[in-house]
């Protein structure tokens, strides 16, 4: 199993999550985050008075899939939330070693 963590611009969400959705990906997890790279920020006026905005809003989708879907996934993403622009996110796979659901105790690629 994999763990796939991609920051993304908030409007291209989503576009990502109907890809996902249609390579029968169940579950994902959304959290709204703020931060920068190469991106690093921009200023903006705001009554008069000039403000350096650092950390950029962004947002993380997190998905945990089998092997086989992993690459699908990671295509998928990057089809959908790039724009050719500095700031379009970052992906980071990782291997899990095991799931567990709760309600039925069912583990492995079947907990997913």
Same mark, same amino acid.
């Not at 500095?86 to 907990?111: N, Q």
């Given at each position: 199993?994999?763990?796939?963590? @991609?920051?993304?611009?908030?409007?291209? /969400? +989503? +576009?990502?999550?109907?890809? /996902?959705? +249609? /390579?029968?990906?169940? #579950?994902?997890?959304?959290?709204?985050? %703020?931060?920068? #790279?190469?991106?690093?920020?921009?200023?903006?006026?705001?009554?008069?008075?000039?403000?350096?905005?650092?950390?950029?809003? %962004?947002?993380?989708?997190?998905?945990?899939?089998?092997?086989? *879907?992993?690459?699908?996934?990671? @295509?998928?993403?990057? @089809?959908?939330? %790039?724009?050719?622009?500095?700031?379009?996110? %970052?992906?980071?796979?990782?291997?899990?070693?095991?799931?567990?659901?709760?309600?039925? +105790?069912?583990?492995?690629?079947?907990? *997913?």
């Amino acid at each position: 199993m994999k763990k796939i963590e @991609a920051i993304i611009r908030p409007f291209k /969400l +989503e +576009e990502v999550k109907e890809g /996902l959705v +249609e /390579l029968g990906i169940k #579950g994902i997890t959304v959290t709204e985050v %703020k931060g920068f #790279g190469r991106q690093k920020g921009h200023t903006e006026i705001y009554r008069g008075s000039e403000y350096n905005i650092d950390f950029i809003p %962004k947002v993380k989708i997190e998905v945990v899939v089998g092997e086989e *879907l992993a690459d699908k996934a990671i @295509a998928t993403i990057i @089809a959908k939330a %790039k724009t050719g622009q500095v700031g379009d996110g %970052k992906i980071f796979v990782s291997d899990i070693s095991d799931a567990i659901r709760i309600r039925t +105790e069912e583990s492995g690629d079947s907990a *997913l």
